[in-house]
């Protein structure tokens, strides 16, 4: 593998189909995840998981404090997660900027590494609702990123790939069947407990069930109750 790519990797059931994604593509996987201070800290755990099983190159966590500033439900346990469904509108587990800091991020090891592709697993179809999970956003980071580094300038032009972004949870976990993704090992709920087990009622963890459901496979997530 000769091809170095940055994976975004949460620990989640998105970000690890993305990775095996991208190993397939004949990439050399550098998984960054971020410790934001994120309520569901047992997804990082996850990652590690996720990251080792698959084949992942290197595997880093930076660590940021953004609960200073609190602001969503992820953040700031004075807010509580939803827990009625998926509703209209940006939810209050929208971690502001989040996607945008943590593609900055993903951009700098980028060019450390000279490297020019980074994936992303961000969704438009079955999603919350966040505003940078949608195309307009990331063709936007991606038009930054070429004016804003100095492996651009030089022309080496770099693509954010976000393979899953028009896929239904349920073709992603298709997806990641056929890789043969393990996803005992992903974390995807947002108030996961510290062994990683699943509410089971949060938005996150009803798109996953749906998933599971819609795609005609056994849904393998360890819930609480």
């Known amino acids: 593998m000769s091809k170095k790519a940055v994976i975004l990797l949460s620990g989640g059931l998105d970000s690890a189909t993305v990775l095996a994604l991208a190993h397939e593509q004949g990439f050399a996987c550098h998984c960054l995840s971020v410790d934001y ?25 930076v660590h940021l404090d953004m609960n200073q500033f609190g602001g969503s439900a992820l953040t700031d346990r004075g807010i509580d997660v939803p827990t009625a469904g998926v509703q209209p509108g940006i939810p209050v587990t929208y971690v502001p900027a989040r996607n945008t800091i943590m593609l900055a991020l993903a951009l700098g090891w980028a ?18 609702g966040y505003p940078d999970c949608r195309p307009e956003f990331i063709r936007a980071f991606e038009a930054m990123a070429n004016l804003a580094t100095k492996a651009a300038v030089e022309g080496r032009t770099l693509r954010i790939h976000a393979p899953l972004i028009d896929l239904s949870k349920a073709d992603i976990i298709r997806t990641g069947s056929r890789l043969s993704v393990d996803y005992r090992l992903t974390v995807s709920c947002y108030q996961a407990d510290a062994e990683g087990r699943a509410c089971g009622v949060c938005d996150s963890c009803r798109l996953r069930r749906e998933g599971f459901t819609a795609a005609g496979l056994p849904d393998p997530t360890d819930y609480q109750t």
């Open 111 to 128: 060019e450390v590494l000279d490297s020019c592709d980074i994936f992303v697993g961000v969704n438009a179809v079955d999603y919350s």
């Open 37 to 61: 201070g994120q309520r569901h800290v047992a997804e990082l755990a996850a990652a590690s998981r996720v990251a080792a099983v698959l084949g992942a190159a290197e595997h880093r966590v």
